[in-house]
């Protein structure tokens, strides 16, 4: 049965994490997957996390099934963290959402229950996106296109060419949208741009469905929802993958959501219960803990505090990396303008280097950088600052 099957290639993300765990070299430095570190370059949990845990394990009375969808504090916790407290698309009771194991888990849930609804379809992503957003689509059966985003001359957005492509998707495909922290770029619309893009998604009958990983980590919680609020504010139906694995730092409990926007309040029943099936025979019911935690945080204004200020010391202190990684390489005197590694957003920099030289630099030097360029700044730490600087000049 399994004699001819042939082996498949490592994940470009996640394989690249492994492979640096197998590497002796001392002095390797881990640039890939995008999961915060602190300057020790530890994932660590925040306290009040471990606070909430705590109050968890001394509360906690059962583990039995969750429901389908998740607990109903859970999807009140997520639909005010997306779109802010007391909306009207939340109190006109317009949105169906469901925790999901991870983001990931809502990208797929959400494929999946549009294939049956728009079998049609294709799905339009940026150019670059995030390298399992193709496997997540192609694993649902869609067709998919990409539209420009990103130009690799300027290091910038090319809105014009971007806003043209998404004007020419003919009605009823549906367009992936990062609402921040473009991954892998850390170039985002402004809130301008974002009008214009939510205007022409409402012209032409498109379907918007946001990818919402990283809040918290552009400029902050509220900023960094301006896209998702302007697209709310023009089309009356669209769908969110969202995530509390960045700004929770709860990678491992798998805690996302999948929340569908629907143009009024009937249909909202119906479409959750479509929902419903399409996880009841993929996973059954989502795992609680990560859940729990961000309930329990959430609902206490003292917790909610500690942890906006934990978040906003993470996104600090990669604000704080951009600057010390762009002096370093400006006291090497390396080539180039570097003005955009300050200005991108959240965990990734499009660093500009090349796939020979992320390839140099991994086989010589044993920094590990996902290709096309992508850095995980939040891997930078002062006591690797140097060896990266010196290996980076080395390769330009
Ligand atoms: C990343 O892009 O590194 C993260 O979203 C983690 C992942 O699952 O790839």
């Known amino acids: 049965m399994f004699e001819q099957v042939q082996a498949a290639p490592p994940d470009p993300i996640l394989g ?8 002796p070299n001392p002095q390797k430095i881990n640039l890939g997957v995008g999961v915060y570190k602190d300057d020790q370059g530890t994932t660590p949990i925040l306290p009040s996390v471990k606070q909430a845990e705590a109050n968890i394990l001394a509360n906690g009375t059962s583990k039995s099934y969750m429901p389908i969808g998740g607990s109903p504090a859970y999807r009140d916790a997520v639909q005010s963290m997306l779109l802010g407290e007391g909306h009207p698309l939340i109190a006109e009771k317009r949105i169906a959402t469901a925790h999901t194991p991870g983001g990931t888990g809502g990208l797929r849930v959400g494929a999946d229950l549009l294939k049956t609804l728009l079998p049609e379809a294709t799905v339009w992503m940026s150019s670059p996106t995030w390298a399992n957003h193709k496997g997540i689509f192609k694993a649902a059966g869609f067709a998919q296109a990409d539209y420009p985003y990103y130009d690799p001359a300027s290091k910038t957005l090319d809105f014009d060419a971007m806003i043209a492509a998404l004007d020419q998707v003919p009605a009823g495909d549906i367009v992936l949208l990062h609402v921040c922290c473009h991954n892998p770029t850390g170039v985002d619309p402004t809130p301008g741009q974002w009008e214009q893009i939510a205007a022409t998604a409402a012209a032409h009958g498109w379907l918007p469905f946001l990818d919402f990983a990283y809040q918290g980590f552009g400029v902050g919680i509220e900023e960094d929802r301006a896209g998702l609020l302007a697209i709310a504010e023009a089309c009356p139906e669209f769908v969110v993958a969202s995530s509390f694995s960045k700004n929770f730092g709860l990678y491992q409990d798998r805690t996302g959501a999948l929340s569908i926007v629907s143009g009024s309040a009937g249909t909202v029943a119906a479409v959750y219960s479509n929902l419903l099936v399409t996880i009841r025979v993929n996973y059954s019911n989502p795992p609680a803990h990560g859940g729990l935690i961000v309930e329990e945080i959430l609902g206490d204004k003292a917790l909610t505090n500690q942890w906006l200020a934990e978040l906003a010391g993470m ?34 920099s499009f660093s500009g280097l090349t796939d020979d030289q992320v390839r140099r630099l991994r086989e010589e030097k044993s920094i590990y950088i996902v290709k096309g360029g992508r850095i995980n700044v939040a891997g930078i730490t002062a006591a690797n600052l140097d060896y990266l600087a010196d290996a980076i000049a080395g390769v330009m």
């Open 315 to 348: 996104r600090e202190r990669i604000a704080g990396v951009r600057k010390d990684l762009v002096k370093a390489l400006d006291d090497r005197s390396v080539p180039g303008d570097r003005a955009f590694l300050i200005q991108q957003k959240g965990m990734f």
């Open 16 to 23: 690249l994490t492994e492979a640096w765990k197998s590497d």
